[in-house]
């Protein structure tokens, strides 16, 4: 049973679209995440939920918009693509907002052409 | 604001030899540090999380320590094995970053048989 699994693994869009990344999670955990690593392998934080209600927001664009329709479920949306939007996405999960028990999904490759 | 360093960027031995991956990290107020390893495309597997009351965990072959006063860790491996080949990133949440783990940019790890 996967305990983080992502939608999709790969995804190569044009510019200008508009896309979401599904993230589900069954390990009971109360926080979910999504992480950007940028070509340059770094990791870095985007959003985070706790029981559906946002708790983390980092400056990202305004074209990246998560919603949380219940605990178990994170999902990432993002509007008119750009070039720059090219990176590996991962959702996570982990038990309440303190941040134990880190669980990584296997990430979405998104590139924009 | 949580900053990790890790040291080196990327370490070649050759197999059976015993290695250290160095881990730095600027706020003392450190809940957790968590070591991961990261294979080339894929997500991140959870090796080792030491909680801030807590100076080492291990496992198998890995051995990880934390000295909140220093802020450091290391990641000790035994005997490595050309499996242990890997992109091995430490991470770290506390109290000025919450739930919210801050990176540090990994050690790319080639073992050599």
């Known amino acids: 049973d996967t305990a983080v699994s992502q939608t999709p693994k790969y995804l190569v869009t044009q510019m200008g679209n508009d896309k979401s990344i599904k993230c589900e999670q069954n390990?009971?955990?109360?926080?979910m995440y999504w992480y950007k690593q940028d070509s340059k392998k770094f990791l870095k934080i985007m959003f985070s939920?706790?029981?559906?209600?946002?708790?983390i927001n980092e400056t990202v664009p305004n074209r990246f918009s998560p919603k949380s329709p219940d605990k178990a479920h994170l999902n990432l949306h993002i509007n008119s693509l750009e070039l720059g939007d090219s990176a590996v996405y991962f959702c996570?999960?982990?038990?309440?907002?303190?941040?134990?028990?880190?669980?990584f999904g296997s990430g979405t490759r998104l590139t924009v052409v | 604001k949580q900053e990790v360093t890790q040291i080196p960027a990327a370490l070649s031995v050759p197999e059976g030899e015993n290695l250290v991956l160095n881990c730095s990290f600027t706020?003392?107020?450190?809940?957790?540090l968590q070591w991961f390893r990261q294979d080339p495309g894929k997500g991140l597997t959870s090796l080792l999380l030491?909680?801030?009351?807590?100076r080492e965990q291990t496992s198998g072959r890995l051995n990880a320590s934390l000295d909140k006063s220093s802020g450091r860790s290391t990641l000790y491996i035994a005997a490595s094995q050309p499996g242990d080949s890997a992109t091995y990133l430490c991470?770290?949440?506390?109290?000025?970053?919450?739930?919210?783990?801050?990176f540090g940019e990994g050690t790319q790890l080639t073992v050599n048989p």
């Open positions: 996570a999960s982990s038990l309440f907002s303190g941040g134990y028990g880190y669980t």
């Open positions: 390990l009971g955990h109360d926080t």
């Open positions: 939920y706790n029981n559906k209600e946002l708790i």
């Open positions: 706020d003392s107020a450190i809940y957790n």
């Open positions: 030491i909680q801030s009351s807590q």
């Open positions: 991470a770290g949440n506390g109290e000025t970053s919450g739930s919210r783990l801050t």
